[in-house]
């Protein structure tokens, strides 16, 4: 079983549409995290989430808005998509420390 | 959390051990050094961490100097499978705020 899973995989959408990215994790953690990695490479933290109290946000704009049903889950949601907002999104989780296990990415294109 | 320097690229022959260094000079008394590495298009994988003592587990070895100002990463026996790029990151462990910073790495290529 994959222990952070995210879908879809590859999410290409138009300038000004509302879209989810969703993730899931299997492994019991208290804490999740959206990070964003653009076409530089570099990766940012944007959110987490610990027992789905929001802890962290990293100045992300208020179009993105993540959610957080239970403390297996952490969806991400985007409105009014940008050109800008092209990028790979990771979901990752952890339990007391850093040692974050990390989804495989939602590569979204903005089209 | 302190900030680290890595050499951007390496080259390591597969069957060689690759070294990777880290330098992390400001480094303080309660801040853990992680190592984690990101293959081509997945997403990035825990390696290793430490605090001052030398750590090894089935992937990796994590060296860190006494002064803790630096440390190395060695990979005993690089594979075509461990060319990925590798971060070094230093932070204080526990808490819930625990996000992790991540610089530029240094992308690892492994060679025939």
């Known amino acids: 079983d994959t222990a952070v899973s995210q879908t879809p995989k590859y999410l290409v959408t138009q300038m000004g549409n509302d879209k989810s990215i969703k993730c899931e994790q299997n492994l019991g953690h208290d804490t999740m995290y959206w990070y964003k990695q653009d076409s530089k490479k570099f990766l940012k933290i944007m959110f987490s989430?610990?027992?789905?109290?929001?802890?962290i946000n990293e100045t992300v704009p208020n179009r993105f808005s993540p959610k957080s049903p239970d403390k297996a889950h952490l969806n991400l949601h985007i409105n009014s998509l940008e050109l800008g907002d092209s990028a790979v999104y990771f979901c990752a989780s952890s339990q007391g420390t850093p040692a974050a296990f990390f989804g495989q990415g939602t590569r979204l294109t903005v089209v | 959390d302190a900030k680290t320097t890595q050499p951007p690229s390496m080259d390591c022959a597969e069957g060689r051990a690759a070294n990777l260094p880290c330098n992390h000079s400001?480094?303080?008394?309660?801040?853990?050094v992680y190592w984690y590495r990101q293959i081509h298009s997945q997403g990035p994988q825990y390696i290793i961490h430490?605090?001052?003592n030398n750590e090894t587990n089935e992937m990796a070895s994590l060296i860190i100097t006494e002064d803790r100002k630096s440390s190395t990463l060695i990979l005993p026996h690089a594979t075509l499978r461990d060319t990925a790029v590798y971060y070094c990151?230093?932070?204080?462990?526990?808490?819930?705020?625990?996000?992790?910073?991540f610089g530029t790495g240094t992308r690892l290529q492994v060679t025939l």
């Open positions: 430490g605090l001052k």
């Open positions: 989430y610990n027992n789905k109290e929001l802890i």
């Open positions: 400001t480094i303080s008394g309660n801040e853990y």
């Open positions: 990151i230093v932070r204080v462990s526990g808490g819930t705020a625990s996000k992790l910073t």
